[in-house]
């Protein structure tokens, strides 16, 4: 049995505004409360025209001020980013106005280009390199403070807000296994090396107060519609806004296309489908069985679905039939 949650990229639509990609994410998180989805995430990405959630906690209060039970989180903070004091207080309140459903998950990419990463450190010394001792450092600031403490997170400490770590490389499946950590691993557009870092993190997992056992976690794209070939098309969006990515020229979401193999190389069309390799499209039988032959193939805890829709309708009811799918797995009590 394995967890469904999803992760949004909050995205901002062709014709569309940041203001309408929050409305958009809000409501979504409210269906997908209502269909039973145990956690809901949003990522930290900046200077990219289709992605609204660049000040992730802030979207993550808006979310969890919508809703009443979901856990919601950040998938990720890219911590390389920010001082861990910052991300601390920042998520000491969160947890503060909403007690028991924050989850803190944290990245070691700088989630944008070289250039705007310089523009977000302004110092050249806060580099991924550091992440294991930012890690350490947050994990500090939210345990009860000790006599003589010279610097403390208010709020913050002694909350113990869960951490997660991120990632789509060997590096922090690594980490995560040092530190006992849960591990988040970015298949849905990086899968290249899944199977080498869930066998990493399983082999050299060393329990911790906060975990006794590996726990995973697999993100996946799930483009979902009552019909395979309308979920096809509506698939389009995500790969073309991949094929804008490989050109230099990242936009925002755009409708789906009927022509998209004459509007793509195959270097790019094979590039595309490296990087969305874990995509499941389809009708609800497709999804249903193609949920389960991931979850068994991987060992999954929990799957985290994403689907970049143009159609805020047709989105809602992607994550409505993966739901649907979810409960006949018994993955999903819409009562709990």
Known sequence: MALLSILDLSPIREGGDAAEAFRLTRELAQHAERWGYHRYWLAEHHNMPG??????????????AGTERMRVGAGGIM???????????QFGTLASLYPGR?????????????????????????????????????????????????????????????LWLLGSSLFSAQLAAQ????????????????TAALDLYRTRFQPSATLERPYVM????????????????LFTSLQWQFVSLIRGRPGKLAAPVDDIEERWSEAERAHVERSLACSIVGDEADVQAGLAAFAERHGADELMVTAQVYDPAAQLRSFEIV??????LGWIDRAR
Request: aromatic letters at 6%.
């Open 102 to 162: 924050i989850d803190l998950g944290l990245g070691r990419a700088p989630g944008s280009d070289q250039p705007t990463a310089r523009a977000l450190r302004r110092s050249q010394g806060d580099t991924a390199d550091r992440f294991p001792q930012d890690v350490l450092e947050l994990q500090g600031y939210f345990r009860s403070p000790v006599p003589g403490q010279a610097v403390q997170a208010v709020p913050g400490a002694g909350l113990d807000v869960p």
């Open 323 to 328: 739901a649907s799918a979810g409960e006949r």
């Open 79 to 89: 911590l390389p980013n920010h001082s861990p004091l910052v991300i601390a207080e």
């Open 51 to 64: 992605i609204a959630s660049a000040a992730t906690s802030l979207v993550i209060s808006h979310v969890a």
């Open 218 to 233: 697999l993100g996946v794209n799930v483009c979902a519609a009552d019909t395979a070939a309308e979920a096809r098309r």
């Open 179 to 194: 530190l006992g950590l849960p591990f988040a691993f970015a298949s849905h557009f990086a899968p290249g090396y899944l």
